[in-house]
Nanobody, 123 residues
Framework: QVQLVESGGGLVQAGGSLRLSCAAS????????VGWFRQAPGKEREFVTGISSSGARTYYVDSVEGRFTISRDNAKNTVYLQMNGLKPEDTAVYYCALGFSAGATTQKQYSYWGQGTQVSVSS
């Protein structure tokens, strides 16, 4: 059973930064694409960014392009999400997920999910 553990969430003022981490227990982690999703209160879970298995390709939704950066270290079985210029509308629970389609934007395309980490941005 693959386990994913997110960390790095917290409370930050608008304009601040956070770096989220997603650590995987899976030895074949490097075979998977990874996506970050977020879910704000009362809203659907939405795709934020994704990265291919090798890390060569990255994908972002327009609302975070230029502010968020996804990266991965396959030797450490870890994916990172660097979030700069945070806005109150970025407040949500952030989830990482493993799948086989890099840049996939729907939840059903991912097989494994973490428990989520809360990101709160105050104005």
């Amino acid at each position: 059973q693959v386990q994913l553990v997110e960390s790095g969430g917290g409370l930050v003022q608008a304009g601040g930064s956070l770096r989220l981490s997603c650590a995987a227990s899976e030895r074949t982690f490097s075979r998977y694409a990874v996506g970050w999703f977020r879910q704000a209160p009362g809203k659907e879970r939405e795709f934020v960014t994704g990265i291919s298995s090798s890390g060569a390709r990255t994908y972002y939704v327009d609302s975070v392009e230029g502010r968020f950066t996804i990266s991965r270290d396959n030797a450490k079985n870890t994916v990172y999400l660097q979030m700069n210029g945070l806005k109150p509308e970025d407040t949500a629970v952030y989830y990482c997920a493993l799948g086989f389609s890099a840049g996939a934007t729907t939840q059903k395309q991912y097989s494994y999910w973490g428990q989520g980490t809360q990101v709160s941005v105050s104005s």
